[in-house]
């Protein structure tokens, strides 16, 4: 994403955090004007990657890596953009970091002009916004209203909705491989909570993006998508059917209606392993007693359980282990599971599992074949795995 200078600058930091609830892993350059209007240490904390401002390193950026930011990237957006840069990249200019990443880019590239309406409407511009057009670069028109300086007319950056749709439609384009067309995805997210009183619950930190960044591609490849969900906070998204399932008992009758009908079980909720035997009736009250004991019993293995009946189905699992023997504790889930992939994360990595736009996995299997994944957005990582998977789904008898 890059930013230039504007008084909009500001509203990046909302597209920057739509495009990662949408799961987008996103890195930012911004121009030294944009660096005037917001800093980019927002940016930096917003990504939780580095935020290219200049063309040279410093004294903690040894080297001249100047685009090395584009690579791995899907689409480059840049919003908002000012006439300046517009111009710039109309001519071909490459005069500051975010000119040149332009210039380099291979991929698709989102444009969401902002300025004010006599610049927006001056030929000048009105002759580079065609010459980008021409280029191939697609348009998010600014919006008519009152602008910063008090004028009223065309020239105010879209709303991060608007951006994050045009962008969304873009890449899905561009994206679209309709692999799993016709094939019937169920995805388990979220983390379960169980009940320890009415109002208490024993539960984990994930926060489902890596499930729901799964949807979302199969979706965009062409899969029917039944999401069972356990307290995600994240926003629903069209052409997919959610159905809530707060507790692990709840997510095992669910999984066990919808799988039947699947093609593809990936599990990838955190299920509460263990479960208060009995949830105490109201609000435990303190005063009765110093020291509280709850009792807990295992739940069910929803992954093992469903493996057992599986028809064709293919089956893949998450393991979030924590520390250096992770990877073989995740080799054994896979066999012991009996299902054809497990996708590994360790917990104890930075950057990867719980929370965060990003993940760092190895994906075992199918087979023989093991990935040890860089650092990626979850919608890349999920990209990864449904390359790894759709293999398997083509491989299956053709059913009766
Ligand atoms: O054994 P472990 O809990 O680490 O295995 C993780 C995998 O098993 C995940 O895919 C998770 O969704 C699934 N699981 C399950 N039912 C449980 C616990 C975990 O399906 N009760």
């Known amino acids: 994403m890059g930013v230039t200078g504007g008084i909009a600058a500001y509203k990046s930091l909302d597209v920057l955090r739509m495009l990662q609830r ?10 030294h004007t944009a660096e005037r209007f917001v800093g980019s240490a927002s940016f930096a904390a917003l990504s939780q990657r580095e935020v290219g401002t200049s063309m040279f390193g410093d004294a903690d950026q040894p080297g001249y890596h100047h685009l090395d930011v584009n690579e791995g990237k899907d689409l480059m957006l840049i919003a908002p953009a000012s006439a300046n840069t517009i111009a710039q990249m109309a001519s071909g200019f490459a005069s500051n970091l975010l000119t040149s990443c332009y210039l380099a880019f291979r991929g698709p590239v989102v444009v969401a002009p902002a300025m004010n309406t006599s610049m927006w409407l001056h030929p000048a511009t009105s002759r580079n916004i065609e010459t980008l057009r021409a280029d191939g670069v697609h348009l998010v028109e600014p919006e008519s209203g009152l602008l910063a300086d008090g004028a009223v007319g065309p020239g105010r950056l879209a709303e991060p909705s608007s951006i994050v749709a045009a962008l969304e439609a873009v890449l899905g384009a561009s994206q679209a491989r309709n692999d799993l067309a016709g094939v019937k995805v169920l995805i388990s997210a979220g983390g379960t909570r169980e009940p320890i009183d009415a109002v208490r619950y024993v539960g984990n930190r994930s926060s489902g993006r890596m499930g729901w960044a799964l949807a979302a591609a199969a979706r965009d490849r062409g899969a029917e ?3 069972v969900q356990a307290n995600v906070d994240l926003p629903r998204e069209g052409g997919i059917r959610y159905i809530d399932a707060p507790t692990a008992a709840a997510m095992r009758d669910a999984c066990r209606a919808e799988f039947p009908s699947c093609d593809m079980l990936i599990m990838c909720a955190a299920v509460a392993d263990y479960r208060p035997v009995a949830a105490a009736d109201g609000k435990l009250d303190k005063s009765k007693a110093d020291a509280l004991t709850v009792e807990m019993e295992r739940t069910t293995d929803i992954l093992a359980e469903l493996a057992a009946l599986r028809d064709d189905q293919v089956l893949i699992g998450f393991a979030a282990e924590h520390g250096p023997e992770g990877l073989e504790r ?7 599971k009996a299902v054809d992939m497990v996708v590994h994360n360790d917990a104890a990595t930075e950057g990867a599992a719980f929370e965060g736009p990003d993940n760092v996995v190895t994906i075992i299997g199918p087979g023989e ?3 040890a994944l860089p650092r990626m957005s979850k919608r890349e990582c999920a990209e990864r795995i449904l390359d790894a998977a759709c293999p398997l789904v083509d ?3 053709v059913r009766a």
Do not use: I
């Not at 949408?22 to 121009?31: I, L």
């Not at 995740?330 to 012991?336: D, E, I, L, S, V």
């Open 22 to 31: 949408h799961g987008h892993g996103v890195s930012v350059v911004m121009t």
């Open 369 to 371: 074949s093991e990935a």
């Open 395 to 397: 491989a299956r008898p």
């Open 330 to 336: 995740a080799r054994g889930k896979r066999t012991r």
């Open 225 to 227: 998508v039944v999401m």
